[in-house]
């Protein structure tokens, strides 16, 4: 079988996911592990490039040093990048020397960030506007369950976006997002072709394989076979309650909250309004907005910043007059309302 007679169902499903910006004349990048879900992502991106005129395609792969089979990972893919004609830009990354440089951070979040770095790094030098990844819907399921037992807010279940912005000008996007694992595994199987396995991605110390191998197939496989399905179902209705909650939360900022020029921002506590519930989430909103370190801001203390705020109307006096924040981020309670500084 052909792979343009195997792909026709899967390259169908794949388009369905770009986004409308994706265009074949700039390059696009494809993130390529070696594993199943990655190889039908560039199969199927390949098949769908012919159909069109001067497509640039590159793929990029990231080698970790946290496996003896890592380095027949990479060749697998610079091999087979190579058979389909696009470049393919590699990078050795070492994990756990980056991971002692950030204590406290796991290892799938270090190499996470080892990881989209690269991606970064390499859109710039080659002037791509698009990063594929070939993240699935069983994947979105696992990460809306993670983030819920880890007690994320509203923001964290609503999953994984469909493209979000990477870095500026490139946008991160992800077209297997609603198709089933199996489905790649399918396409690649009706093509011929072989995939890399993983032997970590079955040790149950990490926290994303327990939950994919013992409570997710489980569940499934029991009491709840759509478990996977509810779970995207709930991450939808949290993502469309957030989106609704950012435009209030926007509005609020645009009202209340003073950028000065020194770098301080002073969140006017008359024109607040009277609902303490939104301010934690327009905190949040303010730390990205001045990239803060948001890593060790805790609920305890967005509560305390949203109590200082809030204190007359909230009738308590337990309320400091100021606090030290994680990051060098201090806060302190003035005769106009809250006065929150870095260090920049």
């Known amino acids: ?179 089933r694992r199996q489905k790649p595994r399918e396409f690649l199987e009706a093509i011929g072709q072989e995939w890399r396995e993983d032997e970590s991605n079955n040790q149950m110390c990490f926290a994303r394989n327990f939950l994919r191998h013992r409570i997710l197939v489980e569940a499934e496989s029991g009491p709840y076979p759509a478990a996977v399905e509810a779970l995207v179902r709930f991450g939808e209705q949290a993502s469309a309650e957030t989106a609704s909650r950012l435009r209030i939360i926007e509005a609020l900022i645009e009202k209340s909250i003073e950028q000065k020029p020194n770098g301080e921002v002073l969140i006017h506590r008359k024109m607040v309004g009277d609902d303490p519930n939104i301010m934690p989430e327009a905190l949040i909103e303010i730390w990205k907005r001045k990239g803060w370190p948001r890593q060790d801001l805790s609920s305890r203390h967005l509560k305390q910043l949203t109590e200082m705020i809030f204190c007359d109307s909230l009738k308590r006096n337990t309320a400091p007059n100021a606090v030290d924040l994680p990051g060098g981020i201090h806060a302190r309670l003035t005769s106009n309302g809250l006065s929150i500084q870095g260090n920049d």
């Open 1 to 179: 079988m052909s792979i343009k007679d195997g792909l026709s169902g899967f390259s169908t499903d794949v388009s369905c996911g770009l986004p409308s910006s994706w265009d074949w004349q700039q390059p696009v990048i494809i993130g390529v592990s070696g594993g199943a879900d990655s190889m039908a992502l560039l199969f199927s991106l390949a098949e769908l490039s012919r159909l069109e005129e001067s497509p640039s395609v590159a793929v990029a792969h990231v080698e970790y040093d946290l496996r003896p089979e890592a380095s027949c990972d990479r060749e697998f893919v610079v091999q087979h990048a190579k058979q389909l004609g696009f470049p393919c830009y590699w990078k050795k990354v070492c994990v756990p020397e980056a991971s002692r440089a950030q204590q406290g951070v796991g290892t799938e979040a270090v190499a996470r960030k080892l990881r989209y770095d690269f991606f970064t790094q390499l859109a710039f030098e080659i002037g791509a506007r698009h990063v594929a990844v070939g993240h699935t819907r069983d994947d979105q399921a696992e990460t809306i369950l993670h983030r819920l037992l880890r007690g994320t807010g509203l923001g964290g279940v609503a999953g994984m976006a469909g493209a979000r912005e990477l870095c500026e000008g490139v946008s991160l996007v992800r077209p297997l997002l609603k198709i």
